[in-house]
């Protein structure tokens, strides 16, 4: 029998199952993938809101930014307590406003601002723990810059501004939510303010939307009626 013939009678190499078994290892990682992102999109721990960036997920209230445009009142309070430090050591919130406000969140974007009014207790401060020395400090937060600005003293219909305040235990995006759930405030745009109220003598949020102004407790978050 001649080579030729005798190489043409040998059993060809079983290259079939290789297919197979290449195309079930394919199948199964693009499989894991999708499931593997799809854990991503369904657990709730590293969901990101409509409005939130990577790196950047909300924690429970207010203490995260959501973006460039839309930022806590916590976030804008924390760098202006920060500058009225440098201004002062003692510095302490006397009250503060932010405008507008838009799903709890100050619209930066849209013009908004956060203006919060420091003051220093005078060392000692007996009788009065949070009276106040000369000057009281305004600072300025808008999208694009930090601004502040001394004066002897500042005034507000609805707050005392002779003296210090305690920082809001009740933070304002709470305070949105609480309101949220009594009112509807879809797309409502609406000016927050804080402060020790000169009616009910402890610290409160003022909600205003348009001529509507509701009171909270700063502690609790309760709607305050009388």
Not at 31 to 48: E, H, M, Q, Y
Not at 172 to 201: I, P
Request: aromatic letters at 6%.
């Amino acid at each position: 029998m001649s080579a030729q013939l005798r190489r043409s009678l040998r059993p060809s190499k079983p290259t079939a199952p290789r297919v197979y078994i290449v195309g079930i290892v394919l199948i199964a990682v693009v499989a894991g993938f999708v499931a593997w992102k799809l854990s991503f999109r369904d657990d709730p721990r590293t969901a990101l809101s409509p409005d939130t960036t990577p790196g950047q997920r909300e924690s429970g209230s207010e203490t995260t930014t959501v973006s460039a445009q839309h930022t806590a009142v916590a976030d804008l309070l924390a760098r202006a307590r920060a500058e009225a430090k440098n201004w002062n050591p003692r510095a302490q919130l006397v009250w503060l406003k932010a405008s507008p406000v838009r799903s709890g969140w100050v619209d930066l974007h849209g013009g908004g601002q956060l203006i919060a009014t420091f003051g220093a207790s005078k060392p000692g401060g007996f009788p009065n723990p949070t009276e106040l020395s000369d000057g009281q400090l305004i600072v300025t937060i808008t999208r694009d810059e930090l601004s502040s600005l001394t004066k002897s003293t500042s005034q507000h219909r609805f707050f005392h501004t002779d003296r210090t305040t305690l920082d809001p235990v009740c933070t304002g995006y709470a305070a949105f939510q609480n309101l949220s759930r009594a009112r509807d405030l879809d797309d409502v745009s609406m000016t927050l303010s804080y402060g020790t109220s000169k009616k009910h003598q402890r610290p409160v949020w003022m909600a205003r939307a348009q001529n509507d102004l509701v009171t909270l407790d700063g502690s609790s978050c309760a709607i305050l009626t009388r």
